[in-house]
Nanobody
Framework: QVQLLESGGDLVQPGGSLRLSCGAS????????MGWYRQAPGNQRELVAT???????NYADSVKGRFTISRDAFKNAVYLQMNNLKFEDTAVYYC???????????????WGQGTQVTVSS
C-alpha cells in the first residue's frame, strides 16, 4: 500500500509564494510520474504540473513561468514551488504518483489527500 503525504498549503496574498511537498511511502518497485493537480470549488480537477522519472516536466499553460515542479528520487518526493500566486490559483492541490508494483511492474495511480491553497488579500 502506497501513501502520499502532502504539506505546504496555506493562506497567501496575491503575488506571494508557497512551496508544496509530497512524499511517498510504502512498498513499490518504482514511481514513474509524480505530479500536482488542483480542484477549485465547482470545477473539475485539473493538471498543474508533472515530472517523470527521467526528468521531463509538463505544466498547465496557466502556471508556466510561475510554478516549478521538482523531484527528489531518493526521497520519493515531489515539490511544487509556486511564485506570483493569483486569486485563481486558489484550490485544493493534490499530489499524484504513478507507481509500479514490485512483482509484475503494473502501473497504478495513488492520490494524496489534498492540501488547501488560498490566495486572498
Amino acid at each position: 500500500q502506497v501513501q502520499l503525504l502532502e504539506s505546504g498549503g496555506d493562506l497567501v496574498q496575491p503575488g506571494g509564494s508557497l512551496r508544496l511537498s509530497c512524499g511517498a511511502s510504502g512498498r513499490f518497485f518504482a514511481i514513474n510520474t509524480m505530479g500536482w493537480y488542483r480542484q477549485a470549488p465547482g470545477n473539475q480537477r485539473e493538471l498543474v504540473a508533472t515530472a517523470t522519472r527521467d526528468g521531463s516536466t509538463n505544466y498547465a499553460d496557466s502556471v508556466k513561468g510561475r510554478f516549478t515542479i521538482s523531484r527528489d528520487a531518493f526521497k520519493n518526493a515531489v515539490y511544487l514551488q509556486m511564485n506570483n500566486l493569483k486569486f485563481e490559483d486558489t484550490a485544493v492541490y493534490y499530489c499524484k504518483a504513478t507507481c509500479l508494483t514490485i512483482v509484475t511492474r503494473t502501473e497504478y495511480d495513488v492520490w494524496g489527500q489534498g492540501t488547501q491553497v488560498t490566495v486572498s488579500s
